[in-house]
C-alpha cells in the first residue's frame, strides 16, 4: 500500500466516482487510477467499491471505514511534507482560508494585509462556501482554516478557536418610523416587512430562534447570505434590514443604523482546522494576528471573548 493508491481512492469519492475527473485531477492517465484502486483491494482482499457493471457507484461498509482511515492517513502525510517545507523555507508557500462573504468583506481584509506584510511570498487563497461546506473543506484537509460562525464548533474532528462575538443592527431608509422608536422590540420588527440572512448564514438559526420562543413570527420577505444584497433591497424599499454589526458601512445619508443587540443573542465566530493539523509558522502567525486584530478593535462591531 503506497498513498499515491490513498490519493486516487479519496480523490475518486470528493469527484463522485467517476475515474475520469480523478484522473484529470491527479494529473494522471486512467489506467493509473484504476490499477492503484485495484492494488488497493488486492492488498487488502476486500471489495472496497459497490459496482454497477463496469461503473463505481458507492462505498461499501468496509470501504467506509478504509475511506475515513485514509483521509487520516494523508492529513499526517500532509503534515509531514509541511514539516520538511518549514524546515527548508519559513516564508514560502500557500495559506488556504475557507469562509463565508461577510468575514471575507468585513472583517479579514486588514488580517490578511498585515499578513501579507509579514509573509509576501506566501499565496493567500480565499475559498468561500457555507459553513457546512467550510466543515468538510477542514476535516478532508483541503483548507489550511475555516472561518465562520455556525457549524464549526460542531464537529469532533475540527480544533476551534473562538475568535470574536458579534451581534446585529437594524438597517432602514433614514425616515422609517422605527427610527423614531425609544425603546425598539421584537414586536415592532414584526410591524414590516424583513430582509436578513439565509439560514445556515451569519446567525440565522439564532436570529429565527428568537422570535419563536418570543412567540412571534416575523414577516421575511427576502433572505441572502451577502450583506450587499440585503442593503440593496431595504433601498429598494422591499423592507427592513436586519444585518451583522460588523457589516455595517460609514453613514450615507440614505439609510440609518440602529443596534439590536439588545433583542438578540450574541454570535461566536471561530477558526478551525482540522485535529493534529501540524501548523507550519506562517499559519500560527495568521492565527495570532487574526486574534491581535480582534482584541485591538475600538468600532463596537466586534469584540473578543
Known amino acids: 500500500m503506497d498513498v499515491r493508491q490513498l490519493q486516487s481512492l479519496i480523490k475518486l469519492i470528493d ?4 475515474v475520469t475527473r480523478t484522473a484529470d485531477e491527479l494529473f494522471v492517465v486512467q489506467s493509473a487510477v484504476s490499477q492503484h484502486l485495484k492494488k488497493l483491494e488486492d492488498e487488502l482482499e476486500a471489495d472496497l467499491f459497490i459496482r454497477k457493471g463496469k461503473r463505481l ?5 468496509i470501504g467506509e471505514l478504509v475511506s475515513a482511515h485514509a483521509r487520516m492517513a494523508l492529513a499526517s502525510v500532509n503534515s509531514i511534507h ?3 517545507r518549514d524546515y527548508i523555507n519559513q516564508g514560502d508557500g500557500i495559506l488556504r482560508i475557507g469562509t463565508t462573504h461577510t468575514q471575507a468583506r468585513y472583517v479579514l481584509p486588514p488580517v490578511i494585509k498585515a499578513f501579507n506584510q509579514a509573509y509576501p511570498q506566501v499565496e493567500v487563497q480565499i475559498h468561500q462556501g457555507t459553513p457546512r461546506q467550510l466543515v468538510q473543506w477542514a476535516a478532508n484537509d483541503e483548507l489550511d482554516f475555516s472561518i465562520c460562525t455556525e457549524a464549526l464548533a460542531d464537529s469532533k474532528k475540527l480544533t476551534n478557536i473562538p475568535c470574536y462575538k458579534w451581534n446585529r443592527s437594524l438597517i432602514t431608509l433614514a425616515d422609517h418610523p422605527l427610527q423614531q422608536l425609544e425603546d425598539l422590540t421584537l414586536e415592532d420588527l414584526c410591524q414590516y416587512p424583513l430582509i436578513t440572512y439565509v439560514y445556515g ?3 440565522r438559526g439564532h436570529f429565527s430562534e428568537t422570535f419563536r420562543e418570543a412567540g412571534l413570527v ?5 433572505s441572502a447570505a451577502d450583506t450587499d ?14 444585518i451583522a454589526s460588523m457589516a455595517l458601512d460609514e453613514p ?12 438578540f443573542p450574541w454570535e ?5 482546522y482540522l485535529n493534529d493539523k501540524y501548523l507550519r509558522h506562517y499559519e500560527q502567525t495568521f492565527i495570532d494576528l487574526f486574534l491581535d486584530y480582534v482584541a485591538k478593535s475600538d468600532d463596537g462591531k466586534i469584540s473578543r471573548i
Do not use: Q
Open 268 to 272: 461566536v465566530t471561530r477558526i478551525a
Open 218 to 222: 416575523p414577516h421575511v420577505v427576502l
Open 82 to 84: 509541511a514539516i520538511g
Open 15 to 18: 469527484c463522485n466516482f467517476s
Open 57 to 61: 457507484i458507492g462505498l461499501t461498509e
Open 201 to 203: 448564514f451569519t446567525g
Open 252 to 263: 450615507d445619508g440614505i439609510t440609518r443604523n440602529r443596534d439590536v443587540s439588545h433583542l
Open 229 to 242: 444584497i440585503i442593503r440593496t433591497y431595504v433601498l429598494e424599499e422591499m423592507g427592513i434590514g436586519i
